[in-house]
């Protein structure tokens, strides 16, 4: 696979590609090097995104077509951005450094099958729901529609570009809205792309736009427009709380996928090789920058120095390389203020009494790198145990007992994911009852299913998306009640009109 040569790419509004004075530079974070400039959007491009969406949603050119026949376009998209899988990849990976390992995979891989879930969704959606017929005060049918709830604005992050802006835009598009998509300032390429391959298979120009450009400008004016009825945003805890008031401005409806901190908890009775290598995978794939990573390792005390020695060895074998190397395990982080942060963590928790027994550092080589890091002698309320780290670094914190194990699982302002390790189903299932998370998966890590809802409870976020219902986030809901009382007199107006015609 070569690396894409430096090129500029223009936004996508109204179906045109837009330029600007204005450009984002995108830096390989394997490399350091300059891999591509953007035009950078600011309000007034996010206002005439908005407008071209608003009017294809009122002319009905994809709104008013029909469930399958959405479905049918969305398929088509699928299949032509599968013919071109490999350029996807590279535009990715290029830009947010995962290995190609992972990108093929994870990041396109999942991303179109996922897209295709959605557009299977268009065909099996109830769009509209015969409630039972009422005798009271007369007698109706009342029918629950749901429609398409108009112009959507989509907030990404870097980490998965491609596939967490698919979750918003594949149900958006599926329930018959227009988009408007802003794009992480690292990552624009990939769904630029997208949307260029969406509009040749048959999206009418203008339903998805894609303005890329900073967050404090272009995103928050996405989040706060009057036409925009619906904000869907994936990142960090912090913007997810400004993207609810910036919404509050017009009631609009707010889908928030935050941060976590997820507790993988080994049992006693666990396959200890399974389970060392399931929270190794937990945490470090695309080296920790993943918002449901299990970074938080609960161990039983009396087996702590046994499993953290399995734990050291296995995470030596972990190959840092060139993103494109197929032999890489793991790659960069995603740029030189985010490696920072991490290895102030690091430093942080050193200071308050951790141990590293792994790693610690960044790679004295180009780009942005950071070693696998294991730090053990963690409380739970220290704050490297509290707080997002976003890199390669798990924990590891010892509990007593599964009770103990339970309250350091759910002592955390997070609950997006956890992973419980057994040879107990029964036992493991007893603790899935009591973890406060959106996900908890036994005996794995990273079982991200387009056939579930994900999302996080308490400050991991609101709402879920993908699963057989993640339509209705996108779409409000319109009773109607046919009237079968048969005339005026079967009705109850006398509560009002006494007096005879
Ligand atoms: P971030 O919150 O800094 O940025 C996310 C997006 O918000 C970017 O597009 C950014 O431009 C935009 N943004 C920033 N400030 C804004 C503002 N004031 N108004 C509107 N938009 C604004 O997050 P990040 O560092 O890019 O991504 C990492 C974070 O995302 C982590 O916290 C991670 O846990 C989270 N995440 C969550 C999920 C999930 O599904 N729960 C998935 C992936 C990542």
Not at 120 to 133: G, K, M, N
Not at 183 to 196: G, K, Q, V, W
Not at 438 to 447: C, E, K, L, P, R
Request: glycine share 10%.
């Amino acid at each position: 696979m070569t690396s894409v040569a430096v090129k500029h790419y223009p936004m996508r509004i109204g179906g045109a590609d837009v330029d600007s004075e204005r450009r984002m530079t995108i830096v390989d974070p394997g490399t350091g090097e300059t891999v591509a400039t953007v035009a950078q959007g600011g309000s007034a491009e996010v206002d005439s995104a908005v407008a071209a969406a608003k009017s294809t949603f009122d002319a009905g050119v994809w709104r008013l077509k029909t469930p399958q026949e959405r479905a049918t376009v969305m398929r088509q998209i699928t299949a032509a951005a599968n013919a071109v899988a490999d350029e996807l990849v590279e535009l990715e990976m290029c830009a947010n450094g995962a290995t190609v390992r992972q990108a093929t995979g994870f990041h396109i891989g999942y991303a179109l099958t996922h897209f295709n879930y959605f557009a299977d969704l268009a065909e099996t959606y109830a769009w509209q729901r015969p409630a039972p017929i009422s005798s009271f005060p007369a007698l109706g049918q009342p029918v629950v529609h749901r429609e398409p709830i108009g112009v959507v604005g989509a907030i990404a992050p870097w980490n998965f570009p491609l596939l967490l802006t698919l979750w918003k835009v594949g149900p958006a598009l599926a329930a018959g809205n227009s988009v408007v998509v802003k794009p992480d300032e690292h990552t624009p390429l990939s769904i630029l792309e997208f949307a260029r391959i969406a509009e040749a298979n048959g999206l009418p120009p203008g339903v998805l736009n894609v303005v890329p450009g900073d967050g404090p400008e272009a995103g928050a004016r996405l989040a706060s427009h009057p036409d925009v009825g619906k904000i869907a945003f994936t990142g960090s805890t912090a913007v997810g709380r400004e993207i609810m008031r910036l919404a509050s401005g017009t009631v609009k409806q707010v889908t928030l996928e935050l941060g976590g901190k997820g507790p993988s908890i080994v049992l006693d009775d666990a396959d200890l090789d399974m389970a060392a290598d399931g929270m190794l995978y937990g945490c470090f794939v695309y080296s920790g920058q993943v918002c449901e990573s299990g970074t938080r390792a609960l161990v039983p005390a009396d087996r702590h120095d046994a499993f953290v020695d399995r734990l050291v060895r296995r995470a030596r074998t972990i190959q840092l390389g060139p993103t494109r190397d197929w032999d890489t395990d793991m790659g960069p982080v995603i740029d030189g203020r985010q490696q920072r942060r991490i290895l102030e963590y690091i430093q942080g928790a050193v200071a308050e009494g951790a141990q590293i027994v792994l790693g610690g550092e960044a790679l004295p080589q180009p780009g942005f790198w950071v070693s696998p890091t294991i730090l053990t002698g963690v409380h739970n309320d220290m704050r490297i145990a509290r707080e997002e780290v976003f890199g390669p670094v798990l924990v590891v914190i010892p509990y007593t007992d599964d009770d103990d194990a339970v309250a350091i699982a759910n002592d955390s302002e997070y609950g997006l994911a956890a992973s419980i390790w057994s040879g107990n189903n029964a036992r493991a299932l007893e603790l899935a009852e009591r973890i406060q998370a959106g996900s908890v998966w036994i005996n794995d890590a990273h079982q991200i299913n387009c056939q579930v809802p994900f999302g996080g409870y308490k400050q991991s976020g609101l709402g879920r998306e993908l699963g057989p219902d993640a339509l209705d986030a996108y779409t409000e809901v319109k009773t109607v009640h046919l009237d079968l009382s048969g005339g005026r007199d079967a009705k109850p107006y006398d509560i009002l009109l006494s007096h005879a015609y």
